[in-house]
């Protein structure tokens, strides 16, 4: 890293692109000299017709698709944001974590526009984007306490600063994304799962179907989803041949006890970041990635915020999943920092936020 050309006395424009996984998007992000953010396009193009046959995301259909249509989307971002190349502040892309196909294609696209036309480019860490998403959309400050849901992440942490992490808790085997997607498929509801099983969950009753809430009460905040992706198989096995009621009612099993381990887990991160932070420490709850645009989950968390006094705070719907606005703002961010990141900056399939984080006992644990 070096520093940029901004400084956080002067306001910046910062176009972003993402290719990390199943979504192209460009964006382009006003960050004001005062640190707030406005965003003034926003371009996103799902690839789930491509996936859906194959009921996940097949990394080589993914990076074909975004070489595809990148380009295009960039110019339709840069003409919604009403502004030409030059005057940008800088360029972000993603960098990691993701598949490399796609990083390569976001990250190639972003270094040529920003050499092309002498801006600075900023390598940005997927993950940071997430974490920062609320500064963009409230405004608001670290530190606070993050629960970072999504396909492939799902992680506890306190966010003390742009690049300042520590992590409390994490996953040790599937991401809760990961077990809505599984759990969609062994039901039969289709791609993309999430979605798929929340529509389902509400013409459900979970109390047909009792299902275990892994580490509930474990002194760690750490997270498991693996056996209860097994038990969903198990009752859905029970029940064989499924009808639409019976996978309807499993969902709304599965989705109650995500719920209930989540609401666990945050609880003890709470008392967790409480004890970093101190007493006197705002008491805030931020939740970011793909499955916090999850609507009972959103509700079990905003019922645990009152009850531990704190505010709870979730992006608008279009920017819990992958997107480039939160790529240009974590840019935007690192820019007025006086960051930026060399030409020869590489994609990073495995990029742990907190690199001094010690791992959690388990197998699948991902970085």
């Known amino acids: 890293m ?15 692109l993402e290719a990390s996984c199943d979504e192209t998007a460009a964006a382009v992000v006003l960050r004001s000299a005062g640190g707030h953010g406005r965003i003034l396009s926003n371009v996103i193009r799902t690839q789930w017709e491509q996936h859906r046959p194959f ?19 960039t110019r339709e971002a840069m003409r919604e944001a009403g502004i030409e190349f030059g005057g940008l502040s800088a360029v972000a892309a993603t960098a990691g974590p993701g598949l490399i196909g796609g990083l390569i294609v976001g990250l190639v ?18 993950l940071e984007a997430h974490a920062l998403t609320v500064g963009l959309t409230e405004g ?7 629960l970072l849901v999504s396909g492939g992440h799902t992680q506890l942490l306190i966010v003390h600063g742009v690049g300042r992490y520590e992590r409390l808790g994490t996953t040790i085997d599937d991401a809760l994304g990961e077990a809505f997607d599984k759990t969609a498929k062994l039901l039969g509801l289709g791609f993309p799962g999430g979605p798929a099983v929340e529509r389902a969950a509400r013409s459900g009753d979970a109390s047909r179907f009792e299902l275990p809430r892994p580490m509930l009460g474990r002194k760690e905040p750490h997270f498991s989803f693996a056996g209860l992706k097994t038990a969903v198989r198990r009752a859905a096995e029970q029940v064989a041949p499924l009808t639409d009621q019976d996978a309807a009612d499993i969902a709304a099993a599965f989705e109650a006890a995500v719920n209930d381990c989540v609401r666990d887990r945050c609880a003890r991160a709470m008392e967790l970041a409480e004890q970093r932070l101190g007493p006197s420490a705002p008491r805030h709850l931020v939740v970011a990635g793909g499955v916090a645009a999850n609507e009972q989950l959103r509700s079990a968390l905003l019922s645990l915020a009152a009850e531990r006094g704190y505010e709870l705070h979730a992006p608008p719907i279009a920017l819990c999943g992958d997107n480039a606005a939160m790529i240009a703002w974590a840019g935007a961010e690192r820019l007025a920092l006086g960051l930026s990141d060399p030409l020869d900056a590489s994609a990073r399939p495995r990029w742990p936020l907190d690199l001094d984080a010690a791992p959690a006992i ?3 644990v991902k970085a």
Do not use: M, Q, W
């Open 2 to 16: 070096k520093n940029g050309h901004a400084s956080p006395d002067r306001d910046s424009l910062v176009l972003g």
């Open 55 to 73: 009921g996940g995301v097949v990394p080589e259909i993914a990076a074909r698709a975004h070489v595809e249509c990148l380009d295009v989307l």
């Open 109 to 126: 696209t972003g270094k040529a526009i920003a050499l092309a036309h002498a801006k600075p480019f900023l390598a940005v860490h997927h």
């Open 140 to 146: 608001l400050a670290p530190p606070y306490l993050l």
């Open 362 to 364: 388990g197998a699948g």
